[in-house]
């Protein structure tokens, strides 16, 4: 299977990472890493040393080549193209979280996927864990009771270079004014609320979302967004949820 990667720096070094201790590169080649920065990435000689070929956007890829999937890891603001565009050319897609920075463009999204059906799938990595799938089996086949109260709070510590100001963690919108909506709860620590709504999901391939929800949001570093959040709410069958990051 035909991998293309889109990104090469940040959290897509980190997707290189677990493809290089992981996957066999014979049987899922990496056919090609879309990224117009692709030389500033740590596994820029990786790269090159196994020859594969790097393009600007997916338009330039998919004039040369094709991939069975790929893998877009790269700012939130180009989400909602490069996924509408693999789909179109029949790729799967594993589009790292959040999906989108606004209901508008995920829905754009979810009207391609209807047309085309490939394979979609957000990165909420902790969903896909063996801990947790092992957990909610437990619960769904009745070994476990019926989930009462589920919480969860994330303490990360974010260095100064972390909220770059050239860059768009903790913005609203990027420096050519498109949506990111950057924050603690909308990217950072996603995967842990995603988790909540997961594990009450009725089956394997499904979540839950509650039936209401209020919160609060905070900021101790001079951003845009927010880096601190407390939420509650509950679910349909009564269990309460809380959140804290």
């Known amino acids: 299977m035909k991998i293309a990667l889109v990104g090469a720096s940040g959290y897509a070094a980190y997707y290189l990472s677990l493809y290089e201790e992981y996957i066999n590169e014979k049987e899922h080649p990496i056919c090609a890493v879309i990224d117009p920065f692709a030389a500033r990435s740590e596994y820029a000689d990786w ?13 330039d890829f998919y004039r040369h080549d094709a991939a069975a999937l790929v893998m877009i890891v790269s700012p939130i603001a ?26 508008e463009d995920a829905e754009a999204i979810r009207a391609v996927w209807h047309k085309t059906k490939v394979p979609f799938g957000v ?46 963690k903790g913005r609203l919108k990027d420096r050519a004014g498109r949506w990111v909506m950057d924050s603690i709860a909308m990217n950072a620590t996603a995967h842990f609320l995603h988790n909540l709504f997961f594990i009450m999901g009725e089956e394997m391939d499904a979540s839950m979302l509650p039936e209401w929800i209020e919160g609060s949001v905070y900021r101790a570093r001079a951003i845009e967004s927010y880096d601190t959040i407390f939420l509650r709410g509950s679910f349909k069958n009564g269990c309460r949820m809380a959140y804290t990051a």
Request: with cysteine; charged share 25%; hydrophobic share 35%.
């Open 123 to 168: 990165g909420f990595q902790w969903s896909f864990s063996k801990t947790m799938r092992a957990l909610k089996g437990d619960i769904i086949s009745g070994r476990l009771g019926k989930p009462l109260c589920l919480r969860t709070h994330t303490s990360w510590k974010r260095p100064d270079a972390y909220y770059d100001p050239d860059g768009w």
């Open 78 to 103: 180009f989400h909602r193209e490069q996924a509408i565009t693999a789909m179109e050319h029949a790729s799967a897609v594993l589009c790292e979280k959040p999906l989108t920075a606004t209901l």
């Open 47 to 59: 790269i090159r040393a196994r020859r594969i070929p790097v393009y600007e956007t997916l338009d």
